[in-house]
């Protein structure tokens, strides 16, 4: 697959990526080589990844807890101290081996830790590989509040191997899954149509579905890398979706919600809102509701719980002035951004979610 290259950086495919790596390696002759891990990449693909490097330098491995409650600044903080403790200076390189979490909190880590050191991201789940991994996001959460510190610093490069996915349970690919969907739903109607059955794919055809996702995520950050405008196409679905991952992320008597879980529930809700603000039409916004739930399981969420998810909206980082601001869709593969929604529809959104049947 031919290298998709960003403003900063470049993004490679299976062993090509490795080659990469190893001629980065030979080129720039970091002091020391940190890999980043959690306690599944540790377990699970950190052994594989080493029989890739040809590389004399110094490696030290560091691992952090798995899952996004522990993407915190505790946990960089962790990851700070085991830098310093293991002589990591400027001319270091970290690369991070793992999910979102790792991608993310390692990015941020790099680009703090002595005002920055250059990091490379291997992302070994679907959301990473299609999405957190790639576009120079990095940050942790505040509280139960998703991805509130961080900084937009693009990675020396992104080694996307689909052989990392043989380790991941159903539930992960699944939270993949949601943001392909959503890049169809803002961008590209035949790429949203080739998702629609997705127990027809083979395995040859996921690569090449991964390699349009990162296609089209992209070319939205190369045109606006900051999100002052488009690239908050990239937000659908995140509104409400990242309310309802927070809420359910501290709530004591809820079952946490992987990302792609809570994004395909504001998919579906922001569908809804889609057809009230703008001009989704109501066939549309039954296919949409249809494809998810065929790929997603029906969550409850109770009718008491409505306000509390709500209150968390105005934390969201599209904001501002205090008007919370949805990304809505005009059609399937065609979205706006910047649309103010009434509460009373916001209610109505998840009434119509709460009395979907699952497929």
């Not at 004591?252 to 395909?264: N, S, V």
């Not at 703008?278 to 549309?284: D, F, G």
Request: hydrophobic share 40%.
């Amino acid at each position: 697959m031919t290298p998709i290259v960003s403003k900063d950086s470049v993004v490679y495919f299976n062993t090509s990526g490795y080659d990469a790596i190893n001629q980065y390696l030979n080129k720039n002759k970091p002091s020391k080589i940190f890999i980043l891990v959690d306690s599944n990449t540790q377990e699970f693909c950190l052994a594989t990844f080493l029989t890739f490097l040809q590389t004399e330098l110094s490696i030290e491995v560091i691992e952090i807890e798995a899952g996004e409650i522990n993407k915190t600044i505790d946990t960089c903080t962790g990851v700070w101290n085991a830098l310093s403790e293991l002589g990591a200076d400027r001319k270091s390189l970290l690369i991070n081996l793992g999910g979102g979490v790792v991608t993310d909190l390692g990015g941020f880590v790099a680009c703090t830790y002595k005002r920055g050191i250059p990091y490379i991201n291997v992302p070994t789940t679907l959301l990473a590989m299609v999405d957190a991994s790639v576009g120079g996001k990095t940050g942790v959460d505040l509280g139960n509040l998703k991805n509130m510190v961080g900084v937009i610093s693009e990675s020396e490069m992104v080694v996307i191997d689909s052989n990392y996915l043989q380790t991941l349970p159903a539930n992960q690919m699944r939270s993949g899954l949601a943001e392909m969907l959503k890049h169809g739903l803002i961008q590209d109607l035949s790429y949203w149509q080739k998702l629609s059955d997705l127990s027809q794919l083979s395995s040859n055809d996921l690569e090449n579905l991964i390699y349009e996702s990162v296609v089209i995520k992209n070319n939205i950050v190369i045109q606006d890398p900051t999100e002052q405008g488009i690239r908050k196409y990239l937000n659908y679905g995140h509104t409400l979706g990242h309310a309802i991952e927070s809420f359910y992320l501290t709530h004591p008597q809820k079952e946490t919600l992987l990302h792609g879980e809570a994004i395909a529930i504001g998919m579906i809700m922001e569908a809804y809102l889609s057809t009230k603000c703008l001009t989704l039409s109501s066939t549309a916004l039954e296919e949409i509701s249809k494809i998810i739930l065929t790929t997603f399981p029906k969550i409850s969420i109770d009718s008491s719980d409505y306000d509390a998810i709500l209150s968390l909206l105005i934390h969201d980082k599209k904001n501002e002035n205090d008007t919370v601001y949805f990304v809505l869709l005009e059609a399937i593969g065609k979205a706006a951004f910047n649309c103010t929604v009434d509460e009373a529809l916001l209610k109505e959104a998840f009434e119509y979610y709460k009395n979907l049947k699952h497929a």
